[in-house]
Protein backbone atom coordinates (compact mmCIF):
# COMPACT_ATOMS: atom_id res chain seq x y z
CA UNK A 1 0.00 0.00 0.00
CA UNK A 2 3.18 2.87 -0.05
CA UNK A 3 1.09 4.29 -2.85
CA UNK A 4 -1.33 5.12 -0.55
CA UNK A 5 1.28 6.89 2.04
CA UNK A 6 1.17 10.05 1.51
CA UNK A 7 -3.14 10.53 1.21
CA UNK A 8 -2.97 8.79 4.36
CA UNK A 9 -0.53 10.74 5.82
CA UNK A 10 -2.64 13.78 4.58
CA UNK A 11 -5.75 12.86 6.02
CA UNK A 12 -4.34 11.38 9.57
CA UNK A 13 -2.72 14.92 9.75
CA UNK A 14 -6.17 16.46 9.37
CA UNK A 15 -7.75 14.39 12.23
CA UNK A 16 -4.99 14.96 14.71
CA UNK A 17 -5.83 18.95 14.17
CA UNK A 18 -9.34 18.59 14.35
CA UNK A 19 -11.62 19.50 17.12
CA UNK A 20 -14.36 17.50 15.38
CA UNK A 21 -14.76 14.48 13.81
CA UNK A 22 -16.95 12.29 12.25
CA UNK A 23 -16.97 8.33 11.06
CA UNK A 24 -20.30 7.04 9.21
CA UNK A 25 -19.53 2.81 8.74
CA UNK A 26 -21.60 0.40 6.84
CA UNK A 27 -21.86 -3.17 6.10
CA UNK A 28 -18.17 -3.48 5.23
CA UNK A 29 -16.97 -2.71 8.44
CA UNK A 30 -19.11 -5.32 10.08
CA UNK A 31 -18.14 -8.09 7.38
CA UNK A 32 -14.60 -7.84 8.37
CA UNK A 33 -15.85 -9.57 11.40
CA UNK A 34 -17.66 -11.96 10.65
CA UNK A 35 -21.23 -10.36 10.03
CA UNK A 36 -22.89 -11.23 6.89
CA UNK A 37 -24.42 -8.40 5.04
CA UNK A 38 -28.06 -8.21 4.32
CA UNK A 39 -27.88 -9.27 1.44
CA UNK A 40 -25.21 -12.03 2.07
CA UNK A 41 -27.16 -13.71 4.55
CA UNK A 42 -30.09 -14.62 2.08
CA UNK A 43 -28.16 -17.98 1.67
CA UNK A 44 -28.99 -21.35 2.23
CA UNK A 45 -32.35 -21.89 3.20
CA UNK A 46 -33.06 -18.23 3.66
CA UNK A 47 -32.06 -17.95 -0.40
CA UNK A 48 -35.74 -18.26 -1.64
CA UNK A 49 -36.96 -15.66 0.30
CA UNK A 50 -38.07 -12.35 -0.95
CA UNK A 51 -35.99 -9.67 1.24
CA UNK A 52 -39.35 -8.08 2.01
CA UNK A 53 -40.63 -10.82 3.81
CA UNK A 54 -37.91 -10.85 6.95
CA UNK A 55 -37.56 -7.00 6.86
CA UNK A 56 -40.81 -5.46 6.97
CA UNK A 57 -44.20 -5.52 9.47
CA UNK A 58 -45.89 -6.48 6.74
CA UNK A 59 -43.68 -9.90 6.24
CA UNK A 60 -43.68 -10.42 10.39
CA UNK A 61 -47.65 -10.15 10.54
CA UNK A 62 -47.75 -12.82 7.52
CA UNK A 63 -45.60 -15.59 9.33
CA UNK A 64 -43.65 -13.90 12.60
CA UNK A 65 -42.10 -17.39 13.55
CA UNK A 66 -40.27 -17.57 10.27
CA UNK A 67 -38.86 -13.76 10.27
CA UNK A 68 -38.54 -14.25 14.26
CA UNK A 69 -35.95 -17.22 13.42
CA UNK A 70 -33.99 -15.61 10.63
CA UNK A 71 -32.90 -12.96 13.49
CA UNK A 72 -32.39 -15.24 15.67
CA UNK A 73 -29.86 -16.40 13.69
CA UNK A 74 -28.41 -13.19 12.35
CA UNK A 75 -28.38 -12.54 16.48
CA UNK A 76 -25.77 -15.48 17.32
CA UNK A 77 -23.97 -14.30 14.15
CA UNK A 78 -23.59 -10.73 16.08
CA UNK A 79 -22.61 -12.41 19.41
CA UNK A 80 -20.29 -15.02 17.99
CA UNK A 81 -18.46 -12.01 16.50
CA UNK A 82 -15.57 -9.65 17.98
CA UNK A 83 -14.39 -6.32 16.79
CA UNK A 84 -12.48 -5.63 14.05
CA UNK A 85 -9.02 -3.70 14.35
CA UNK A 86 -11.15 -0.89 13.03
CA UNK A 87 -13.60 -0.79 15.53
CA UNK A 88 -10.51 -1.05 17.98
CA UNK A 89 -8.54 2.15 16.91
CA UNK A 90 -11.81 4.05 16.58
CA UNK A 91 -12.06 2.83 20.56
CA UNK A 92 -9.04 3.71 21.20
CA UNK A 93 -9.48 7.09 19.67
CA UNK A 94 -12.22 8.19 21.80
CA UNK A 95 -10.58 7.03 25.03
CA UNK A 96 -7.44 9.28 23.59
CA UNK A 97 -9.42 12.23 22.56
CA UNK A 98 -12.34 12.15 24.03
CA UNK A 99 -15.54 14.83 22.80
CA UNK A 100 -13.77 14.54 19.59
CA UNK A 101 -15.02 11.69 17.40
CA UNK A 102 -18.84 10.77 16.72
CA UNK A 103 -19.49 7.29 14.79
CA UNK A 104 -22.78 7.31 13.02
CA UNK A 105 -23.31 3.68 11.91
CA UNK A 106 -25.81 1.55 9.40
CA UNK A 107 -24.74 -1.03 11.38
CA UNK A 108 -27.37 -3.01 13.05
CA UNK A 109 -24.53 -4.79 15.53
CA UNK A 110 -22.86 -3.81 18.71
CA UNK A 111 -19.30 -4.24 17.74
CA UNK A 112 -19.00 -0.08 17.83
CA UNK A 113 -20.07 -0.06 21.41
CA UNK A 114 -18.08 -3.08 22.62
CA UNK A 115 -14.83 -1.43 21.08
CA UNK A 116 -15.66 1.86 23.18
CA UNK A 117 -17.67 4.12 21.05
CA UNK A 118 -20.90 3.64 23.35
CA UNK A 119 -22.35 6.90 21.76
CA UNK A 120 -22.23 5.54 18.51
CA UNK A 121 -26.02 6.94 16.84
CA UNK A 122 -27.33 3.77 15.12
CA UNK A 123 -29.26 4.89 12.55
CA UNK A 124 -30.62 1.65 11.51
CA UNK A 125 -31.47 0.57 15.15
CA UNK A 126 -29.76 -2.54 17.40
CA UNK A 127 -30.78 -5.98 16.11
CA UNK A 128 -29.69 -7.62 19.95
CA UNK A 129 -33.09 -5.08 21.59
CA UNK A 130 -36.05 -6.44 21.89
CA UNK A 131 -39.44 -4.38 21.14
CA UNK A 132 -43.00 -4.68 20.90
CA UNK A 133 -44.54 -4.69 17.32
CA UNK A 134 -47.29 -2.61 18.13
CA UNK A 135 -48.85 -0.41 21.01
CA UNK A 136 -50.97 -1.87 23.90
CA UNK A 137 -54.41 -1.81 23.26
CA UNK A 138 -55.03 -1.29 26.90
CA UNK A 139 -53.24 2.08 27.27
CA UNK A 140 -51.16 0.03 29.67
CA UNK A 141 -46.65 0.24 29.91
CA UNK A 142 -45.53 -3.72 29.41
CA UNK A 143 -42.38 -5.05 29.98
CA UNK A 144 -41.13 -6.64 26.93
CA UNK A 145 -38.52 -8.42 29.12
CA UNK A 146 -41.65 -10.18 30.83
CA UNK A 147 -42.89 -11.53 27.38
CA UNK A 148 -44.06 -14.99 27.34
CA UNK A 149 -41.26 -17.15 25.70
CA UNK A 150 -42.44 -18.04 21.93
CA UNK A 151 -41.25 -17.67 18.56
CA UNK A 152 -41.92 -14.43 18.73
CA UNK A 153 -41.99 -13.98 22.26
CA UNK A 154 -45.82 -12.04 23.10
CA UNK A 155 -47.30 -10.26 25.85
CA UNK A 156 -49.27 -12.82 28.14
CA UNK A 157 -51.58 -10.52 28.52
CA UNK A 158 -52.75 -8.49 25.30
CA UNK A 159 -50.76 -10.89 22.80
CA UNK A 160 -49.16 -8.20 21.44
CA UNK A 161 -45.56 -9.32 19.61
CA UNK A 162 -41.97 -9.20 20.72
CA UNK A 163 -40.36 -8.11 17.25
CA UNK A 164 -36.09 -6.76 16.97
CA UNK A 165 -35.67 -3.45 17.65
CA UNK A 166 -34.21 -2.74 13.59
CA UNK A 167 -35.59 -0.53 11.14
CA UNK A 168 -37.62 -2.65 8.39
CA UNK A 169 -38.10 -1.41 4.64
CA UNK A 170 -41.05 1.34 4.94
CA UNK A 171 -40.18 2.44 8.85
CA UNK A 172 -38.86 5.73 9.99
CA UNK A 173 -35.14 5.84 11.55
CA UNK A 174 -35.06 5.78 15.67
CA UNK A 175 -36.48 9.03 16.47
CA UNK A 176 -33.75 11.76 16.70
CA UNK A 177 -31.19 9.43 15.29
CA UNK A 178 -30.75 11.13 11.22
CA UNK A 179 -30.76 14.69 12.72
CA UNK A 180 -28.12 13.90 15.60
CA UNK A 181 -26.09 12.17 12.61
CA UNK A 182 -26.69 15.18 10.24
CA UNK A 183 -25.80 17.79 12.76
CA UNK A 184 -22.55 15.55 13.24
CA UNK A 185 -21.60 15.89 9.45
CA UNK A 186 -22.49 19.64 9.38
CA UNK A 187 -20.24 20.50 12.50
CA UNK A 188 -16.96 17.77 11.59
CA UNK A 189 -13.79 19.45 10.49
CA UNK A 190 -12.86 15.74 8.70
CA UNK A 191 -15.44 13.34 7.76
CA UNK A 192 -14.99 9.38 6.91
CA UNK A 193 -17.30 7.22 5.13
CA UNK A 194 -16.67 4.19 5.96
CA UNK A 195 -17.05 0.77 4.50
CA UNK A 196 -20.00 1.45 2.82
CA UNK A 197 -21.89 1.31 -0.85
CA UNK A 198 -23.47 4.32 -0.80
CA UNK A 199 -26.53 3.08 -1.58
CA UNK A 200 -28.65 3.44 1.45
CA UNK A 201 -30.44 6.71 1.80
CA UNK A 202 -30.94 9.21 4.07
CA UNK A 203 -27.63 7.98 5.65
CA UNK A 204 -25.63 8.13 1.81
CA UNK A 205 -26.31 11.74 2.06
CA UNK A 206 -24.16 12.67 5.15
CA UNK A 207 -20.89 12.89 2.64
CA UNK A 208 -22.67 15.75 1.04
CA UNK A 209 -23.68 17.51 3.83
CA UNK A 210 -20.19 17.30 5.62
CA UNK A 211 -18.66 18.59 2.19
CA UNK A 212 -21.14 21.21 1.84
CA UNK A 213 -20.69 22.44 5.27
CA UNK A 214 -16.76 22.89 4.58
CA UNK A 215 -15.77 19.17 6.03
CA UNK A 216 -12.69 17.78 4.26
CA UNK A 217 -14.29 14.51 3.15
CA UNK A 218 -12.75 10.77 2.87
CA UNK A 219 -13.82 7.66 1.80
CA UNK A 220 -12.27 4.48 3.18
CA UNK A 221 -13.39 1.32 0.73
CA UNK A 222 -12.15 -1.34 -1.23
CA UNK A 223 -14.40 -0.90 -3.99
CA UNK A 224 -16.08 2.07 -5.55
CA UNK A 225 -18.96 3.62 -3.76
CA UNK A 226 -22.24 5.44 -5.71
CA UNK A 227 -20.83 8.64 -3.63
CA UNK A 228 -17.27 8.63 -4.25
CA UNK A 229 -17.92 12.11 -6.03
CA UNK A 230 -18.31 13.35 -2.88
CA UNK A 231 -14.56 12.64 -1.06
CA UNK A 232 -11.59 14.95 -1.45
CA UNK A 233 -9.80 11.35 -1.22
CA UNK A 234 -10.78 7.79 -1.71
CA UNK A 235 -9.07 5.54 -0.13
CA UNK A 236 -8.78 1.86 -0.92
CA UNK A 237 -8.76 -0.40 1.48
CA UNK A 238 -10.94 -1.45 4.55
CA UNK A 239 -11.59 -0.49 7.78
CA UNK A 240 -9.62 -3.48 9.89
CA UNK A 241 -6.58 -2.32 7.17
CA UNK A 242 -6.55 1.33 7.16
CA UNK A 243 -8.81 3.08 10.29
CA UNK A 244 -5.45 1.87 12.51
CA UNK A 245 -3.03 3.77 10.20
CA UNK A 246 -5.68 6.70 10.91
CA UNK A 247 -6.41 7.23 13.81
Same mark, same amino acid.
Given at each position: ?22 ? =? ?9 ? &??? #? ?5 ? =? ?74 ? &?????? &? ?90 ? &? ?26 ? #?
Amino acid at each position: MAELDEPLRDVRERIDRASRVCV =LSGAGMSAESG &IAT #FRDALTG =LWSRFDPAQLASVEGFRADPPLVWDWYAERREGVRCAQPNAGHLALGAFVRRRPGVLTVVTQNVDDLHQRAGNRDA &IRLHGD &ILRDQWLDGCGRGRVCEVGQAAPGRPPRCAECGNLVRPGVVWFGEMLPAGAMDAAERAARTSEVMLVVGTSGAVWPAAGLAAKARRSGAFVA &IVNPHASEIDAEAHVLLQGTAAQLLPRL #F
